[in-house]
């Protein structure tokens, strides 16, 4: 077993411990409200990856826009499942367990929209590219991709142990992602670039003010 593959194990760990001991209702991310206000059209059928707690994944359906939220951790999904019951949302929203490796295997009907926030510093690069590329083939033309993630010129990268140049391990696994790689393999892709913005002053969170990316694009 690689060290990468040993720390996304602790890290899988972590994230079950840590929605299994926390309340997990609370309102969407300002990323969230900002998509909605800006670049989530009437017609957006969202796929959202790494769901989480489904905090942003309530407040689409909350606009009467369909979701298939993902997350690799079950202890997330059940709880969200179980919510979703209770507001009877069940039509517009699917939640399920999925790790991204098995990515290619989920079958979608109409979506036209991905969503993912903080993770894709969460996940390694490998992963990170089989999601463009799912999305450049699964996302039908003028499809789009909406994502928010810690760059490398976020403070935190300065903390924890170094796993590799842009890898880091406190207490789980995080990749800071350099914006204009990430930018150049939209590109290369075929994607239009919407939006990019990267600043101090998007997810500031009690004494935590990350250095984050924001990018929207679209497909060609």
């Known amino acids: 077993m690689t060290v990468i593959s040993k720390t996304l194990e602790q890290t899988a760990e972590f994230w079950k411990g840590f929605y299994a001991n926390r309340s997990?209702?609370?309102?969407?991310?300002?990323?969230a409200q900002w998509c909605l206000e800006n670049h989530l059209p009437e017609n957006s059928k969202i796929l959202e990856l790494g769901c989480g707690n489904g905090r942003d994944s309530f407040a689409f359906l909350h606009q009467n826009l369909p979701v298939i939220a993902l997350d690799a951790c079950p202890v997330a999904i059940a709880d969200n499942l179980e919510h979703q019951k209770s507001l009877n949302l069940q039509?517009?929203?699917?939640?399920?367990?999925?790790?991204?490796?098995?990515?290619d295997t989920l079958e979608t009907k109409n979506i036209n929209t991905l969503y993912s926030r903080f993770v894709l510093?969460?996940?390694?690069?490998?992963?990170?590219?089989?999601?463009?590329?799912?999305?450049?083939?699964?996302?039908?033309?003028?499809?789009?991709m909406l994502h928010e993630f810690r760059t490398?010129?976020?403070?935190?990268m300065q903390q924890g142990e170094a796993l590799s140049k842009t890898e880091r391990?406190?207490?789980?696994?995080?990749?800071?992602?350099?914006p204009d790689v990430f930018r150049?393999?939209?590109?290369?892709?075929?994607?239009?670039?919407?939006?990019?913005?990267?600043?101090d002053t998007l997810a500031v969170f009690g004494n935590e003010n990350p250095v984050v990316a924001?990018?929207?694009a679209e497909k060609k």
Do not use: M
């Open 24 to 31: 997990l209702r609370h309102t969407p991310s300002p990323f």
């Open 91 to 103: 039509l517009q929203g699917h939640f399920s367990t999925l790790d991204f490796a098995d990515l």
């Open 121 to 144: 510093h969460a996940i390694p690069e490998i992963l990170e590219d089989k999601i463009l590329d799912y999305a450049t083939v699964q996302l039908p033309k003028e499809g789009r």
């Open 152 to 156: 490398i010129r976020d403070p935190l």
């Open 169 to 178: 391990l406190t207490t789980h696994y995080r990749r800071f992602l350099n």
């Open 184 to 199: 150049e393999k939209l590109a290369a892709r075929g994607w239009k670039e919407l939006f990019f913005v990267e600043s």
């Open 214 to 216: 924001r990018i929207v």
